[in-house]
């Protein structure tokens, strides 16, 4: 439980937020049954696995086994620990959490000072960039890229000015410390062990992330030359931010992408702000010139398509090629805008319109086509050497293709093109695969909690399933089992979670269950086992049945155990040679007793009445 909330604050957000609505303000949902269906956010996957159960509010991935409840769900997507998620949904949800100070963890703690300083440091640059007179260079930057102040209010801009520790000073008469700041990223160290800022004389562009917190800074520099520094510098990475995991502007563009389905990635902060302006709000940035695979499983757990507008130049291109086999690996349908040369978006839609930039997305190439474009180019097939070239570099290309359909498409295209024989070419993707030359190199998944490698005893699991959906079975196992019968941890876990709530006459539910457990694959096992299709909607006499087959299997594999116990036990004895003493005799009979009742169990449809443990 978060430390310093109490328990009916827990229950009470609980009961307010719902889970669907929650997760499909995240991901685009189908309906599917009495369930949602949709794209999971924490694995790559081309077909849809993970399921939201309104009915019971918890959600399970049956791809990589993720599962859990409301705050489960805040908790892995936010990134955030589990007093943070509760106060993300209390906000959510306007239930008011009376503040109480207690201890929590060190990394935990970390996060939040972080966080703070941050809102803290964002605010600051952003009042300067308004008030301050050395905020009017950066004003008219802006105002020369066409950013209006609307603009610059919705992306929170700021300006860092030029000394070496104005931030730095300011943050620690708030009462934040040296040490915070250079842990946040804010401030660099000096040998004598000072700190100075590190964004100065800068325009200043907050990274947020998807729930709106600010987790980083990028800064551009306002003068050139090498005392300047870099053109663009960004917050290093901390315990809050992670450059790979991030897109600039999906916290804004987040409800256009999933509404038209598709997202259109930039490189740069003035690009997405500019497509912004120009109602192009579906725009994200890479934060830098590679995608990452987090970057491109988040895309694609918002859209079908991805529409890539970087800019018209060789690291442009050379970004493009490395992020589009991760999209495309995530399930994203890729599609590329072929910018003039020399041009960026940011360039385009200032100078062209809104206009000319959906017309040139309207004439995006698919992506085998841009990368087939792209080695052409790279290649030069008009003449020899670069013609043999590129025939081994399309042709690897075409190999790792999944679709035989479109591999076949531009096999004949590039027979066509080339004058050469389409079966050579066959012949030669052939050759290529038997020397292992091909492969799709496909994305790893996040199986870290994957339900199929919980290993449980299947009456277990069952009968677990059957406690959380009729709550009447839970009191009914409970008089003829204990939790230290169940053989697998988590069930056993599980089941004595099951019988303390019972005990105590409290509602039990999955969702209820998983608050009481802090790992993942508890929460795995308990979503899943709430959410089993073939344990739904039971006639009460089959689950009379099935409740009884599986008490009564549990205590069969108890007394096996038993019984090999007790074998054990008198092969010891036997060993010793110390002769049948009454020790010895008194296991012989306990063995024996243990053998009749397996024998009177394995006769029963259900037995499980007449045991008490």
Not at 172 to 196: I, T, V
Not at 218 to 237: F, H, I, M, T
Not at 262 to 283: F, K, P
Not at 345 to 353: F, K, N, T, V, Y
Request: with cysteine; aromatic share 6%; proline share 5%.
């Amino acid at each position: 439980m978060p430390q310093g909330i109490p328990e009916h604050i827990i229950d009470e957000i609980r009961q307010r937020c719902d889970l669907a609505a929650l997760v499909g303000e995240y991901l685009t949902l189908e309906k599917r049954g009495k369930n949602l269906l949709g794209l999971c956010p924490f694995h790559s996957e081309k077909t849809p696995s993970f399921t939201v159960s309104p009915d019971k509010q918890l959600f399970h991935c049956f791809g990589c086994g993720a599962s859990g409840n409301a705050f489960s769900f805040i908790m892995k997507l936010e990134n955030l620990p589990f007093p943070e998620a509760v106060r993300f949904l209390a906000k959510r949800a306007g239930v008011a959490i009376p503040e109480r100070k207690a201890p929590c963890s060190a990394e935990d703690s970390l996060k939040e000072q972080i966080l703070a300083l941050n809102r803290l440091a964002a605010r600051y640059y952003a009042y300067l960039l308004r008030e301050s007179p050395g905020g009017k260079k950066a004003a008219e930057y802006l105002h020369e890229r066409g950013i209006t102040g609307a603009s610059s209010e919705m992306f929170m801009l700021g300006y860092a000015p030029p000394g070496w520790e104005n931030f730095s000073r300011f943050a620690q008469k708030k009462g934040f410390s040296p040490e915070l700041l250079l842990k946040a990223g804010l401030a660099s160290s000096r040998g004598d062990g000072s700190c100075y800022d590190r964004f100065r004389h800068r325009i200043i562009f907050p990274i947020l992330d998807p729930g709106g917190r600010v987790i980083g800074f990028g800064g551009r520099a306002l003068d050139v030359g090498e005392k300047a520094g870099p053109k663009y510098l960004n917050s290093p990475e901390t315990s809050v931010f992670e450059k790979g995991a991030v897109l600039y502007g999906l916290h804004l563009a987040r409800e256009q992408i999933r509404q038209e389905k598709t997202a259109v990635v930039m490189e740069g902060y003035t690009d997405v702000i500019t497509a912004h302006q120009a109602g192009l709000r579906n725009a994200v940035a890479s934060l830098g010139t590679s995608l990452t695979q987090v970057q491109a499983r988040l895309l694609r757990s918002q859209a079908e398509k991805v529409y890539i507008a970087y800019d018209a130049d060789s690291a442009g291109e050379a970004a493009t090629w490395r992020g589009l086999k991760l999209l495309r690996d995530a399930g994203c349908t890729v599609q590329v805008l072929d910018l003039p040369p020399g041009s960026d978006p940011d360039d385009l839609i200032r100078e062209a319109g809104a206009g000319a930039f959906r017309e040139l997305a309207n004439r995006a190439k698919p992506l085998v086509e841009y990368q087939l474009g792209l080695l052409k180019r790279r290649c030069n097939p008009a003449v020899e050497e670069g013609r043999l070239r590129y025939i081994e570099e399309a042709l690897a290309l075409l190999g790792a293709l999944s679709s035989p359909v479109e591999r076949d498409l531009y096999l004949k295209r590039m027979a066509e093109e080339l004058g050469v024989s389409e079966g050579a070419l066959r012949d030669e993707i052939k050759q290529k695969r038997q020397k292992g030359g091909t492969g799709h190199n496909l994305a790893l998944k996040d199986q870290t909690n994957n339900i199929s490698q919980i290993k449980v005893n299947p009456a277990e699991k069952m009968l677990v399933s059957l406690m959380i959906l009729d709550p009447e079975t839970a009191v009914l196992v409970s008089g003829s089992l204990a939790a230290d019968d169940f053989e697998s941890e988590p069930a056993r876990r599980a089941a004595g979670a099951i019988f303390t709530l019972a005990a105590r006459g409290e509602p039990i539910s999955g969702e209820r269950l998983i608050n009481l457990f802090d790992e993942p694959s508890m929460h795995a096992f308990i979503a899943g086992a709430a959410t089993d299709p073939s344990l739904q909607d039971l006639p009460p006499e089959t689950m009379e049945r099935m409740v009884k087959d599986c008490i009564n299997k549990i205590w069969h594999t108890k007394l096996s155990r038993q019984q090999q116990l007790g074998q054990q036990r008198l092969q010891e004895k036997d060993r010793q040679k110390s002769g049948l003493d009454e020790q010895a005799r008194k296991l012989l009979r306990e063995h024996q007793q243990v053998i009749t009742r397996i024998k009177r169990s394995s006769c029963r449809s259900g037995g499980g009445e007449e045991f008490n443990g």
